[in-house]
């Protein structure tokens, strides 16, 4: 009989028995420490969904311009509309964009941008700039479930909010440069003035009607809805609608980073002035022409007193000479 033989296969059998007993040890242990952390796992792998919204009731001209895009095209119903994009009515026109947690009604020449749109498990809310033109929000309440609306003007930011099963509605006008603001339901809705200086440069753009806003917004959108942000904001999330401002973006650059530091300089000495050059003689003044002589009359000739003599000859007739005086004489 080999005794080596078996008493190497007895080994072998021990040291799978020793290893299997290992093995289910492990795994007793292991097994409810992993059914604990996989649900925790699982929240933290899915991140927040952007939120779209779907255009219906089109009437009149309705146009979309897309993030990114400098070109306005018509827009039909049933068309998706997301973050970066705007919805631009006519002077006759009107249009609504459908949410899941409600809707905005858009009214005749007005301008909306949307900004931030996202829904999570807590909660889902949707940030619009609002131009120019008029818009009514519509909320449809949940339980359990938290839904916010932001709708920001030039001037002021209107916030709504809804954790009841009804309906709360507001209405914001920003024409003439100024917005009014009508509620359905006082307390549902909050509304606090801005500084437009203070809102990411692409919100700025969108609120100036900025040429450049499509293109600045399609970079603002990539960076705050990116994947990295919306799992973030999943694992972070708070009760009330995240701020504005909240988000890091790397287009906005403080006032600080954009004043640079004064130089110093040295001081310079600063040379006297040279006296000023000699100024040349004036030319002479030209010489007026000689003014016209009138002639002097010539002078006046005195002619002395004449005097004739005549005097008379016999047969001959008178003889005439000068002298001073003149005379007479008979016949002698």
Known sequence: MDLDGVGLRNRRHTVWGVLHIFIAAVTCCLLPIAQCLLPIA??????????NGTLTNIHGV?????AGSGIERPASSGSSVGPGDAVITGPSG???IKFDHGQIELDNATRVTLLRCMSSRDEAFAELALSDGAVTALINMERGKELWFDIITPTER?????RKKSETRLTVSHRAGGTTVTDSEVGRWEYQPIIVT????AVQAALNNNPKAAEMMKTYIDTTLSQTALTAYEVTTNSGAPDIGAVVQ?????VAETTPTPAVVPPVAIPAPEPPAPLPPP???PTPPPEPQTPEPPAAVIVPPLSLTVTPHKGKGAVMSSSSTVTSAGPK
């Open 158 to 162: 209107a916030r709504g909010q809804g």
């Open 42 to 51: 699982v929240q933290t792998a899915e991140a927040a969904q952007i939120l």
């Open 198 to 201: 203070d809102l990411p440069p």
């Open 62 to 66: 309705v146009k979309i311009q897309r």
């Open 283 to 285: 030319a002479p003044a």
């Open 250 to 254: 790397p287009e906005k650059i403080s």
């Open 94 to 96: 009107s249009a609504t």
